[in-house]
């Protein structure tokens, strides 16, 4: 079984893709990725504009349903079992959507009620996460008033709330100064 999270099936991997397709209409977006990514490595994706990076992390997180081949992320089907990795895993993906009129603070214990934190830990929590990205002064304020970096860092700090057995993020550290991207990639590791 998989260590703490119930009845998961057995896996060296983190990620694994066979063949993985992606098409829109007539276009081959993702043709045949093959990966094997053993738990507890740091992975870069790396490829120039339109390669097809962004669209395999989509049907990693389960965003995008493939179009052919096969993907397991934390030893779960990403076609049938979506609900399972998505419970294993955080996502900080390049597309930001907060709620401007929530908090900081809120958006990050409705992260954490939603993926089943204990109350109990939740201040706690929101108080690390809030250190860790730099954003403590800031998380009783509306999102509405925070700059682009300060999103980013909220939005990473959602993905890691949960303490995700994976962590997705594209181009996590865009807009970060520094000291809050050192900040950031310690975390990761």
């Known amino acids: 079984p998989d260590p703490g999270h119930g009845d998961g099936p057995p896996d060296a991997s983190a990620v694994r893709a066979e063949g993985l397709v992606r098409t829109f209409g007539g276009l081959t977006a ?22 097809g990076k962004s669209t395999t992390v989509r049907m990693l997180c389960t965003l995008l349903a493939p179009s052919g081949g096969r993907a397991t992320v934390a ?39 939603l993926y089943g934190l204990p109350k109990s830990a939740m201040t706690a929590r929101v108080a690390q996460l809030g250190e860790l990205i730099d954003l403590t002064d800031a998380l ?13 860092r909220l939005d990473l ?30 975390e990761v590791r």
């Not at 597309?95 to 990050?108: C, F, I, N, S």
């Not at 009783?140 to 980013?152: H, L």
């Open 157 to 186: 700090a959602a993905a890691l709330v949960h303490n995700p057995d994976i962590l997705f993020l594209d181009e996590p550290t865009t807009g970060l100064d520094p000291v809050s991207r050192a900040s950031v990639w310690a």
């Open 140 to 152: 009783d304020r509306p999102i509405a008033t925070y700059s682009g970096g300060m999103r980013r």
């Open 30 to 51: 993702v043709d045949g990725v093959d990966l094997d990514i053993p738990r507890g490595e740091i992975y870069g994706f790396l490829g120039p504009n339109g390669a």
């Open 75 to 113: 030893g779960y089907d990403v076609a049938t079992q979506p609900g399972a990795v998505r419970l294993r895993i955080g996502a900080a993906l390049q597309e930001v959507a907060l709620d401007p009129k929530q908090t900081g603070a809120e958006l990050l214990r409705l992260q954490g009620v």
